[in-house]
């Protein structure tokens, strides 16, 4: 009879949106904010537009969901919390594991409890699924605490209590229920009359039935204790209205989470069987596991209604998550970025999957390519710009990925004309906006590298559609940038090397003045520019546009490994730049560039160097350390098999491990690409990304 009285007022509710009278105290809560960046686990199922979400595991516990698409967070967490009523109350926070292809396992341990949830979503809904096991020495109660954060925006949300936790905002909703119901349950504040606050003193006191706006916080009694009743399944619905999420969220109950599971293990299964192989270079179980993680990941990362749209990373690391003056909406990296997309794609079509890399290049070149041709520096999935600079390596972009593709059809080609005749034609071109690390403008070895590659991939294609006047036109801005990117981008004075050396960039095209600039991230002030170097010189090589073993080339390894470089104990791994600020504080504090007072920060490593100095070294005839570099980054993956955008250098907080992920963003799909396409390279014996048209024309090596 209760069962039936709630779910009544809940329906009434949901057909109403009346208020109940004894609304949560405390409102609107403490800011709403995102989870740690640090995720160990990232899933979807491998399904159409009918199933719009995804989830991501980071503290132990399930963090942001997302729905209806891949650019906004729908939830900021959901967690278990356990208590015998008089003594102890105790969070549930497991280690994450793959179990299944993005199927995630997490096991806590407590005062005399144990705890398995395994997490995985139902391919025919917008509903994610927990399935939870509960074993307890003596009979504890648990609680689910929930806090959505719908649209983006957790501080706007209303929600409601009954046998179902409902919650919605002016454009979406979400409704948890769990098999075998709740016992109590209330909605409140967060910071005020949410779960936790409640559950201080062992009990559950609350029983709010409704709260918002504001940031709701929901939290349901679970009908197990340990005993005699051991095994739930929760569901978390979403819809456009609370009536929606509230029947997704029931019918994906009665579905059952094993019906669920094996629909969700069929899709990936059925993805990966019409890939490639893994090749032969990926040698041991860890390393094919990351291999075959790596492939799902980046397939996870495309969004369903918008195809093409493979996004960053579901995350949101440092002040990006917290700080509203840095991130006023926030959102970012769970952006797409025509360089992360670029990476994403060439992985994709390395492994099989050239159905991937052909809508890549569409999205980039039908949604993210502006009216004056050049592409947006990072849009939402729906194609929106987020950050606005000009990168000329991401203009460049399509058109490396179409000649990788042989994509010759008039509207491809015309697309990258005018994406050619913005970049051509941008003031002191090759100068750019900004380069790969988005915070300097200038004479850039790596965007010059793209953009000479660009120009010559986009060439080869026109003229094998016919179009030589055009190909000819932009082979000779080529070869002439290609004859004065030492002039841009070498000096042959500065305080590192008594030999020429690559900068990472001039501010003013001459690597022989002094000229400074602020580094930007790091609080330490300008510096001379011919001090700063980066290992993305590189690209140089990469892309053909200058042979492995050009004299300056190498001796700007040697600087690089010197300025840069750090040995770990999963291997050498390097620095973005010199001074590079964008990384935790020394105490392991999170980044950010407005505070009360100058803080340092410090970039720490990135391990798609490691893929970028292999991907060199077969050029140099090194396969060997090629190979070493591709356990390098198989080593850097969390439990989940996730990897990170940075690893902590030698320099780290108390309790921490050189060579294991900071709290940057993790996944990175650019760490994910980078490994695919370094485990192809290796098995073909060369860079796999390489044009080997930009290759024969500059550096010989046809």
Known sequence: ????????????????????????????????????????????????????????????????????????????????????????????????????????????????????????????????????????????RMFVVYDPALSREGNDDTGVSGDALVSSDSAAASALVAGRGFGATSTGYLGTSDGRTDLADHRMDWRYPTAGPGNVVQTGELRLDGVRHRNDTLALGFGTSRAEAVRTARASLKGGFAN???????????????????????????????????????????????????????????????????????????????RDLYQIATALLAAGDSAGANRALDYMLSVQQQPDGHLAQNTRVTGEPYWTSVQLDETAAPMLLAWQLNRTDASTLDSLRRAAEFM?????????????????????????????????????????????????????????????????????????????????????????????????????????????????????????????????????LKVVDAALGERTPVGQLWHRFTSDGYGEQADGGAWNV????????????????????????????DPTAARGRLRTIAATANSGLMLPEQVWDNEVPPGVRPGTGTTSATPLAWTHAQYVRLAWSLAAGHPVEQPSVVACRYARTC
Request: hydrophobic share 40%; with cysteine; charged share 20%.
């Open 1 to 140: 009879m209760r069962s039936t009285v709630l779910l009544s007022i809940l329906a009434v509710v949901v057909t109403t949106g009346a208020a109940p009278a004894d609304e949560a105290p405390g409102g609107p809560g403490d800011p709403a904010v995102y989870q740690p960046a640090d995720k160990q686990g990232f899933g979807t199922a491998h399904s159409g537009a009918e199933s719009p979400v995804w989830f991501t595991l980071g503290g132990g516990r399930l963090t942001e969901v997302f729905y209806p698409d891949l650019s906004t967070p729908a939830t900021r967490e959901l967690a278990l919390v356990v208590t015998d009523g008089r003594s102890f109350t105790e969070e549930v926070k497991g280690r994450a594991e793959q179990v299944g292809d993005l199927k995630f396992r997490q096991t806590a341990r407590g005062t005399g409890w144990t705890a398995v949830t395994t997490y995985v979503t139902d391919p025919a809904r917008a509903t994610m699924l927990v399935d939870v096991e509960f074993t307890a020495r003596r009979p504890l």
């Open 260 to 338: 669920a599971a094996k629909l969700y293990a069929k899709g990936w299964q059925e993805y990966v069987s019409g890939l490639h192989r893994p090749p032969s270079s990926v040698g041991t179980a860890h390393e094919r596991a990351v291999y075959r993680s790596s492939l799902l990941v980046l397939a996870a990362s495309e969004d369903k209604r918008h195809r093409g749209a493979y996004i960053a990373s579901p995350s949101f690391p440092w002040a990006f998550g917290f700080d509203r003056q840095i991130a006023p909406e926030f959102g970012s990296y769970a952006l797409v970025w025509p």
């Open 424 to 556: 051509v034609s941008y003031p002191d071109a090759p100068f750019t906006g900004q380069e790969r690390w988005e915070n300097q403008s200038g004479y850039s070895p790596a965007t010059i590298a793209a953009e000479i590659a660009g120009l010559v991939c986009l060439a080869d294609l026109l003229a094998k559609a016919g179009d030589t006047a055009d190909a000819d036109r932009y082979l000779a801005v080529a070869d002439r940038w290609a004859a004065a990117v030492e002039s841009w981008t070498v000096t042959r004075n500065g305080p590192l090397s008594a030999d020429p050396y690559y900068l990472r960039l001039t501010k003013d095209g001459n690597p022989n003045a002094g000229t400074a600039y602020n580094l930007g991230d790091n609080n330490i002030g300008e510096v001379d520019q011919r001090s700063v170097v980066d290992p993305s010189f590189l690209e140089l090589v990469r892309l053909g546009v200058r042979p492995a073993h050009d004299p300056v080339i190498r001796n700007t």
């Open 594 to 621: 407005i505070w009360p007072s100058p803080t340092r920060t410090y970039g720490r490593l990135w391990p798609i160097f490691a893929g970028e100095r292999g991907e060199y070294e077969l050029l140099a005839g």
